[in-house]
């Protein structure tokens, strides 16, 4: 049962909350201001799997939490929505720099806030279950000079992402960066499923079957996804292709205020600014290259 921090300063807003989660699955905590929020993820037993945060409070406010909680190892892979009526590009880009990965503007519709859940539900598994790979494979790739892997599905994109991951400094973060991209490969490159598309099965919590469902067409059963690793002196350089007709990268290399408020489509902004050196796109854009430093061996990044 996933654990869900929710903070309002206004009751009414936390009893709306409360029934519109009712029906779900949800061990809900509810408090009405920053500092109580605070005080309850810095319990050295607390547990949340996800934290649903008013951005305007007396006191503390959402921006103040959000940041402590970036700052603290222990809580930063937490995903936050913020819920807020301050919607104005800027108000976004801040709470989107500050780590606020999820938006939901005020008021909002029970079935809107069921599916952002679920989205960052979704993603915050897919993490952990990255970070629990990485232990499975930790003495595997210590002489690979260059290497190519080839995969079809969502699951053997998160595997592949978790083991390759290892040759990076920050394993943890790399493992999502490259696990963004592969997917992207094989949903978007391969299967032709957009963001406008992706959106709206996720509304229908339908996404993942409708993948299964592509992956199973004739036309798609030949269709892959390729990484391919290669070392020189300073870095670890990957070049993911897949079969598909490329699509317009410029529009998701930056977190976009007119997406924030989407369940999805914003991987590959996340994955440039945490996981990667550089990012480049070779036109179409079916071909990405990304880069990361080398661990020298006494455990180092190259520099």
């Avoid at 509810?30 to 005080?39: F, H, T």
């Avoid at 990965?101 to 952990?128: C, H, N, V, W």
């Avoid at 892959?224 to 410029?250: K, M, S, T």
Wanted: aromatic share 8%.
């Amino acid at each position: 049962m996933a654990k869900i921090l929710v903070v309002d300063d206004e009751p009414f807003n936390l009893d709306i909350v409360a029934e519109y989660l009712d029906e779900m699955d949800f061990e809900l905590v509810m408090v009405e201001s920053g500092e109580a929020a605070w005080a309850e993820l810095e319990r050295p037993d607390s547990s949340f799997d996800l934290v649903l945060l008013d951005r305007m409070m007396p006191g503390m406010d959402g921006i103040q939490v959000l940041t402590r909680m970036k700052a603290d190892p222990r809580l930063q892979s937490i995903p936050v929505i913020m819920q807020t009526a301050a919607t104005s590009p800027e108000q976004i880009r801040e709470g989107l720099a500050a780590g606020a990965f999820y938006y939901l503007t005020k008021p909002f519709e029970g079935e809107a806030l069921q599916t952002i859940i679920r989205s960052a539900l979704d993603d915050m598994r897919t993490r952990r279950e990255l970070s629990a790979n990485l232990a499975d494979h930790a003495l595997a790739l210590g002489f690979l000079g260059e290497g190519e892997f080839v995969i079809r599905t969502l699951q053997e994109a998160h595997k592949l992402a978790s083991f390759v991951a290892l040759l990076g400094p920050q394993p943890e973060t790399l493992a999502m960066g490259l696990s963004e991209l592969l997917v992207n490969g094989v949903e978007h490159g391969n299967l032709g499923i957009d963001f406008a598309e992706k959106s709206r099965l996720r509304e229908a919590d339908r996404w993942e079957s409708e993948v299964e469902r592509r992956l199973a067409l004739p036309e798609n059963v030949c269709k892959a996804v390729r990484l391919r690793v290669l070392r020189d002196e300073e870095r670890w350089v990957f070049e993911i292709a897949d079969d598909g007709p490329g699509f317009d990268w410029r529009r998701f290399l930056d977190f976009d205020p007119e997406r924030a408020f989407a369940p999805n489509g914003r991987g590959i902004a996340l994955s440039r600014q945490l996981s990667f050196s550089s990012l480049t796109y070779i036109p179409p854009g079916n071909v990405v290259i990304v880069t990361v430093p080398r661990v020298r061996a006494g455990g180092g990044a190259a520099r």
